[in-house]
T-cell receptor, first 118, second 110 residues
């Protein structure tokens, strides 16, 4: 059973370009979470999605950031018009828990995408 | 949502010694999890402890939870160089989304 997969592992973008980060959850998991980690910091929650549904996007910046988890295919975190401050490691996690039914569960993390904005 | 605060921020020990890291928080929680992150890698789940539990073990790891003091500790016994990593606590309270602290950076010297 493959773990959570993220690609690309490293992404370099110039200011103003778009960044697309992909996350394939573990087989059988339909819950995906995106986190951002700045150097020497902990992970900051961004968004929680289920298939075709955004459940909680309270950690997402209001502009330029969007996320989706289509019925088929990976979850995508899109950052439009990137700025230097977007440089960070972006981690995706998945879990098998159903929303509202289980509150203690383990999240399985991917290896992350390191975004550098030049 | 609240964030746990790990202490110390950094810890440097010799192989074979025990390492203890603490996590303190402010409001009530449903559970607390400990994760490890090796440099440049994703997080690996270590242990989940529920609010009604006081202690859990997994191999060389021992986690305690004191809800009256709102703190948890992670003990790694007989540490190895391979234990060198950052360790994070993640809290789940009213929101089901775990929130992470800044972590403790552990260096184990061979």
């Amino acid at each position: 059973n493959a773990g959570v997969m993220q690609n690309p592992r490293h992404l370099v973008r110039r200011r103003g370009q778009e960044a697309r980060l992909r996350c394939s959850p573990m087989k059988g998991h339909s819950h995906v979470y995106w986190y951002r980690q700045l150097p020497e910091e902990g992970l900051k929650f961004m968004v929680y999605l289920q298939k075709e549904n955004i459940i909680d996007e309270s950690g997402m910046p209001k502009e330029r950031f969007s996320a989706e988890f289509p019925k088929e295919g990976p979850s995508i975190l899109r950052i439009q018009q990137v700025v230097r401050g977007d440089s960070a490691a972006y981690f995706c996690a998945s879990s098998p828990a159903e929303f509202g039914t289980v509150i203690d569960y383990e999240q399985y993390f991917g290896p992350g995408t390191r975004l550098t904005v030049t | 949502s609240q964030q746990g605060e790990e202490d110390p921020q950094a810890l440097s020990i010799q192989e074979g010694e025990n390492a203890t890291m603490n996590c303190s928080y402010k409001t009530s929680i449903n559970n607390l999890q400990w994760y490890r992150q090796n440099s440049g890698r994703g997080l690996v789940h270590l242990i989940l402890i529920r609010s009604n539990e006081r202690e859990k073990h997994s191999g060389r790891l021992r986690v305690t939870l004191d809800t009256s003091k709102k703190s948890s500790s992670l003990l790694i016994t007989a540490s190895r160089a391979a234990d060198t990593a950052s360790y994070f606590c993640a809290l789940s309270g009213g929101s089901y989304i775990p929130t992470f602290g800044r972590g403790t950076s552990l260096i184990v010297h061979p």
